[in-house]
């Protein structure tokens, strides 16, 4: 596998939907295994992410910064993650635009203080419809 292909999905704001174009079209992947393999190489940095965020002091310096970053994210998804739960994070992560991906929703659930199995399941729910989305785009311009 392309060092290429794992960088552009563990990378914030491109993600799988980089990563899923750069795999049909540059390695000749099947469209199919493209959307798996960086659907699941971008959900890894969820935990992660969320492991960091329920370690953060709320004085920490970083906290204050991701804060800062996400304070906009956060009234945008707060109010659907208090009106439907875990699937306003599956409808935030889902939009298949930068400042919507794995990243952000993942640093959202940390801030809004959700329970880690169901932010993680939402997350990586969202991730594969945004990567259905872009893999469906893909499919109609390319012509397959």
Known sequence: MDYWFVLLNLAPTLENRAGIIYGN???????????V????ICILVSPIILLVMDKLDVDNVFYKL???????KVKKA???VNK?????????VAIPLPGT???????????LGM???PALISIAIG?????LIVSLGVSVWAGV
Do not use: C, E, Q, R
């Open 25 to 35: 079209a540059v390695l000749g992947m099947p469209l199919w295994l493209s959307f």
């Open 37 to 40: 393999l960086s659907t699941m």
């Open 66 to 72: 991701l804060s800062k970053y996400a304070k906009n």
């Open 78 to 80: 707060k109010y659907y």
């Open 84 to 92: 439907y739960g875990p699937y306003g994070i599956i409808l935030f």
């Open 101 to 111: 991906g794995v990243y952000t929703g993942s640093i959202v659930a940390g801030l």
């Open 115 to 117: 329970d880690k199995k």
């Open 127 to 131: 991730a594969a419809i945004a990567g």
